[in-house]
C-alpha cells in the first residue's frame, strides 16, 4: 500500500482497494446464507415456534449483521494503514 500512495494513489483509492475483498467475501457469503436459509426453511417449519418459515426479519437480519461485522473487523486494518506515512514504510521495507 505504501507503495501505492508513493506513486500517488489518494487514500479513497487505496480504501478501496483494501475494503474490496471484504466486500467480495462478505457479499458471496451473504448469498450463499439467504439461499441456503431460504432452502432450509420448509425442512424447519416444524421447529419454529410463532415465527413464519419465510420471516422477512430474520432474513435481513442475520445478513445486515454479517456485513457491519465484516466491516468492522476490517476498520482497525485501514485505520492502520492510513496512520503510516508513506515515505517511512518505504525506507523500512
Known amino acids: 500500500m505504501a507503495i501505492r500512495f508513493a506513486l500517488g494513489a489518494s487514500r479513497v ?3 478501496a482497494v483494501q475494503l474490496r475483498p471484504t466486500a467480495i467475501a462478505t ?3 451473504a448469498i450463499a446464507g439467504i439461499g ?6 420448509p425442512l424447519l417449519a416444524t421447529q419454529l415456534f ?5 420471516d422477512i426479519a430474520s432474513f435481513v437480519t442475520g445478513p445486515g449483521i454479517l456485513v457491519v461485522v465484516a466491516f468492522a473487523a476490517s476498520v482497525p486494518a ?4 492510513l496512520a503510516h506515512e508513506s515515505r517511512t514504510v518505504l525506507k523500512a521495507e
Do not use: D, F, S
Request: zero cysteines.
Open 36 to 41: 441456503l436459509a431460504l432452502a432450509e426453511a
Open 50 to 54: 410463532n415465527i413464519a418459515p419465510y
Open 78 to 81: 485501514v485505520i492502520r494503514m
Open 27 to 29: 457479499t458471496i457469503g
Open 13 to 15: 483509492h487505496v480504501v
